[in-house]
């Protein structure tokens, strides 16, 4: 069981390498499910259009939660691993700012950790965003 968390300045790369990056995945032989949930900037905050989103992260303590949270879902689901990216500074509308990835030996548990993972970091993680308005 593993945990890995990144807080990066700036946009997340594309993930279609990703797979190839996680060695867990070349050497675990009981998964059987890998679910990646990416988080894309919008073009309408509320009603209005923007042109990026503005995070803040308040480090250390931002890690340092979503590690804690990424170890109780993995002990809590049984998963095998949690890989979790989340930006800092300006990503623009199109560009991905959040990435989870679980690893399980089936579906369902990866399913149900990813949407227990998003709705609790939203609540419990101090990590902001503001609007920057076209």
């Known amino acids: 069981m593993s945990v890995a968390i990144h807080i990066v300045d700036g946009p997340l790369q594309d993930a279609t390498n990703y797979g190839a990056q996680n060695s867990l995945?070349?050497?675990?032989?009981n998964i059987g499910a890998t679910l990646v949930f990416e988080g894309v900037v919008r073009a309408l905050e509320g009603a209005r259009h923007i042109r990026a989103l503005e995070y803040e992260a308040y480090e250390p303590m931002a890690s340092r939660t979503l590690a804690g949270l990424?170890?109780?879902?993995?002990?809590?689901?049984g998963l095998i691993s949690i890989t979790v990216e989340h930006s800092r500074g300006q990503v623009s509308v199109g560009e991905r700012s959040f990435r989870l990835s679980v690893q399980s030996t089936h579906r369902k548990e990866a399913l149900a950790a990813t949407d227990e993972f998003i709705t609790r970091m939203k609540c419990d993680v101090p990590i902001w965003k503001s609007p920057v308005y076209s």
């Open 25 to 29: 995945a070349q050497t675990a032989t």
């Open 70 to 77: 990424a170890q109780d879902i993995l002990a809590t689901h």
